[in-house]
């Protein structure tokens, strides 16, 4: 497994079966890094790492320009493939990306992903933090919805007619 490293929008393409020590062995040899804390030597895959909510990632709310992740291929619960494709955050409508990230695979396993990356040493950007929960608990509303959501994967409506 390899990882494709386009240097231009500084986005790599990594297999999600790759550790995250894999994945930041191979950046730092071209002088980039995910800059995660603790993905050195990190066994973990990256699906099972993005899955579980990124841990030791940068804040999102440190630099709400950049994201994490670009694009990713997806195999939905119910067996279908997905690709959400690299584009900027904010140019690309709802973010589909937060149905997988942190989810714990209720909706589909990231098979592949385009993930940013940073030069090695350069100071990035950093806004302060958040003053709210970064976290907060889930509402009834957005309960209600990914129940939805998980119950059109289990029975998905046909479209044919």
């Known amino acids: 497994m390899k990882v494709k490293v386009d240097r231009r929008s500084l986005l790599a393409y990594v297999d999600g079966e790759m550790t995250l020590g894999e994945v930041e062995a191979s950046l730092t040899v071209s002088g980039l890094t995910l800059d995660v804390a603790g993905a050195k030597g ?3 895959t990256v699906a099972s790492w993005l899955a579980g ?3 030791g990632a940068r804040g999102t709310w440190l630099d709400p320009a950049d994201h994490l992740i670009a694009g990713c291929e997806v195999m939905l619960s119910d067996g279908t493939r997905f690709e959400i494709r690299p584009a900027p955050r904010r140019a690309v409508g709802p ?3 937060a149905l997988f990230v942190g989810m714990g695979e209720r909706f589909g396993t990231i098979e592949g992903a385009w993930l940013r990356v940073h030069p090695i040493g350069v ?4 806004h302060g933090g ?3 929960d ?3 608990p889930v509402s009834d509303g957005e309960s209600r919805l990914l129940e939805t ?3 059109s ?3 998905p409506v046909s479209t044919k007619a």
């Open 42 to 44: 990190d066994e973990q």
């Open 53 to 55: 909510g990124a841990r």
């Open 95 to 97: 973010d589909l990306v």
């Open 123 to 126: 100071e990035r950007p950093n």
């Open 130 to 132: 958040l003053a709210l």
């Open 134 to 136: 970064p976290n907060p």
């Open 149 to 151: 959501i998980a119950a």
């Open 153 to 155: 994967l289990a029975h």
